[in-house]
Nanobody, 123 residues
Framework: QVQLVESGGGLVQAGGSVRLSCAAS????????LGWFRQTPGKEREFVAS????????DYRDSVKGRFTISRDNAKNTVYLQMNSLKPEDTAVYYC????????????????WGQGTQVTVSS
C-alpha cells in the first residue's frame, strides 16, 4: 500500500503558474503509475494527467495539453504537476493518485488517493 500527500496549492492569478507535489510513502514507489485528478463542488472527479512508473509515458486530458506537465522523481518518491497559463476553470481540489502498474503504462484508473490540495485561479 502507498500513502500520498499533496502540497503546493494556493491562490494564483489567471495566466500564472503553480507546481503541485505529491510525496509517497513506501519502498516500491517505482512500481506505481501516478496521476493527478481534480474536482470542483457538485462535479465528478476528473482525470488531469498520468505518468508511467518509469516516467517515459504520459497522458493528459485535452484541456490541459500544452499547459500542464506531469513528472516524477523516483529517487525522491515524488510526483509533480507543473501548471502554466492557468485559467479560472482550472480552479479545483487537485488529487494525487497511484496504481501498481506494468512498465510503460500511463493509466486513467487508480487505487490509492491523497487528500487533495486546493488550487484557486482568480480572473
Amino acid at each position: 500500500q502507498v500513502q500520498l500527500v499533496e502540497s503546493g496549492g494556493g491562490l494564483v492569478q489567471a495566466g500564472g503558474s503553480v507546481r503541485l507535489s505529491c510525496a509517497a510513502s513506501g519502498r516500491t514507489f517505482n512500481s506505481y503509475a501516478l496521476g493527478w485528478f481534480r474536482q470542483t463542488p457538485g462535479k465528478e472527479r476528473e482525470f488531469v494527467a498520468s505518468i508511467s512508473r518509469g516516467g517515459q509515458v504520459t497522458d493528459y486530458r485535452d484541456s490541459v495539453k500544452g499547459r500542464f506537465t506531469i513528472s516524477r522523481d523516483n529517487a525522491k518518491n515524488t510526483v509533480y504537476l507543473q501548471m502554466n497559463s492557468l485559467k479560472p476553470e482550472d480552479t479545483a481540489v487537485y488529487y494525487c493518485a497511484a496504481k501498481m502498474s506494468s512498465v510503460g503504462v500511463a493509466t486513467r484508473t487508480f487505487d490509492y488517493w491523497g487528500q487533495g490540495t486546493q488550487v484557486t485561479v482568480s480572473s
